[in-house]
């Protein structure tokens, strides 16, 4: 059931998130993704990896990204 399994990601809130993937954040910040990977690079924020090859998955902690999106500048 796809409607169950977006439903069940929708439900994990900030306080809960405890690493994000780089296709989150791509979507999140209305963005390609590696425009989102080279901003993270720039940034300074490592990824980490959980497994190798093709089977592994990167994912960024997500208080340093989220203290990231907060520190940029806002233009009006």
């Known amino acids: 059931m796809p409607g169950l399994a977006t439903r069940n990601k929708q439900r994990i809130d900030d306080s809960q998130r ?3 993937s780089l296709k989150t954040l791509a979507h999140m910040l209305d963005a390609h993704r590696s425009s989102v990977r080279r901003w993270l690079q ?35």
């Open 18 to 20: 405890l690493t994000v």
């Open 42 to 76: 720039q940034a300074g924020i490592r990824p980490i990896t959980f497994g190798r090859g093709r089977n592994g998955a990167i994912r960024y902690k997500w208080r340093e990204v989220k203290d990231w999106i907060a520190s940029r500048e806002y233009v009006e």
